[in-house]
């Protein structure tokens, strides 16, 4: 099993992450780590505080000479904002006797009125800190962790957006494949279709243009997984729930969907399943469709990984336009400005594969078990030889 908590707030002086459960002998350096968070800052659309957020961060215990011990790892994330003007402290960690002027003007669509009233706080602040996004940079270096772990099974993941306000790729658009990581990563919004990520920044700065926001779909592709991730005994082991449960904690997530689940809701049966064949060649077993998303009763089938998230959009909008109310006088308000993200979604996409990634780590952890690596690896090879 793989276990992992984050800590830390979106303004203060950084992020820790620890995680719990892995095999010692994996490979893992700073650069790899803050690779896939530069992957996470990027993305048309994103506001001010990316260009200067650096995501500095230290391996502060669980490996040696680059390479995991078995213990705990922690990583360290630092605010590099905290750390250029003193303006963060004071908002965060005011002198003693100083209160600074609370935040009363609740968005609607952000976490602050319900953490209010949930926590027993007059200030939004103290809502606002932990429920932002900037928790995800965290969730991205375990995630960089839990790639690497399943990189020696031959499983990769990658994401793109197929959705961007209302402009979507066209139905049967061909998916990237791993190889074409780079093409995903470079084009500004994520997309493999060249006419839609043109339509997508199209649509971002007209939707800048009037300070307002969007949301959006993305596709997390899973390739190379093994048979028999998850479980169908009980309603906790089951892939699908799983990884339904850990996109959807994504902030600004409100719709995950395994293949093409909504769809097939809509078809007769004998439209709806992907046919079993029996490849001589391969001495394997295949679907000739990706209907239901690489699962079947809880379990990976080994069949292409297809989970789509998709996102509302920000609630934080450069026009103030939202109606909303002052929790200290109770007068009728819109709610208020701060810097903002026109959209996330890119960013949203690469967080997605993490959470992905996540589960999917776990799982084969607790499948395969194993104390190091090497032992890990042959332990699935050895299940793979019995199919
Ligand atoms: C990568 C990323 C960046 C985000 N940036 C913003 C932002 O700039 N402004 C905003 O209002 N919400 C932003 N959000 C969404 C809020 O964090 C989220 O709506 C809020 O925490 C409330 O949670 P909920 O939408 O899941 O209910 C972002 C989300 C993600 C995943
Ligand atoms: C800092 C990050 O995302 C932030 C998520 C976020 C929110 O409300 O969720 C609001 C914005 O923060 P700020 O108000 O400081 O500009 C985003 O920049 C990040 O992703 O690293």
Known sequence: MLRYLTA??????????????LPAGLEITVEQIQAEMGRRRLGFGRGPRQRFEVDELTLI????????LGSPLAIEIKNTEWFRSDKWHEEMDPAPGETKAPLTQVRPGHADLAGMQKYGFTD????LERASARETAARVAAGTVA?????PLGVEILSHVIQMGSVRVPDGAPRPTPEQIDRVDESQVRCFDLEATDDMIAEIKACAKEGDSLGGVVEVLGFGLP???GSHVHWDRKLDGMLAQ???SIQAVKGVEIGDGFDV?????????DPISWDSDAQKYRRESTLAGGTEGGMSTGELLVVRAAMKPLATLNKPTLATVDTATK???VSFKERTDVTAVPAMGVVAETMVALVLAGEAQRKFGGDSVDEFVRNAEAFAATL
Not at 124 to 127: E, F, K, L, P, T
């Open 246 to 248: 850990a996109v959807m």
């Open 124 to 127: 939004a602040r103290d809502v």
């Open 265 to 273: 809701a809509g078809r007769r049966g004998s439209q709806a399943h």
């Open 331 to 333: 007068e009728a308000g």
């Open 147 to 151: 790639k690497a772990l399943l990189r």
């Open 8 to 21: 830390g707030e979106s303004h203060g002086q950084g992020l820790v992450v620890v995680i719990e459960g």
């Open 227 to 229: 048979v028999g991730l």
């Open 61 to 68: 215990g669980g490996v040696r000479h680059g390479r995991t």
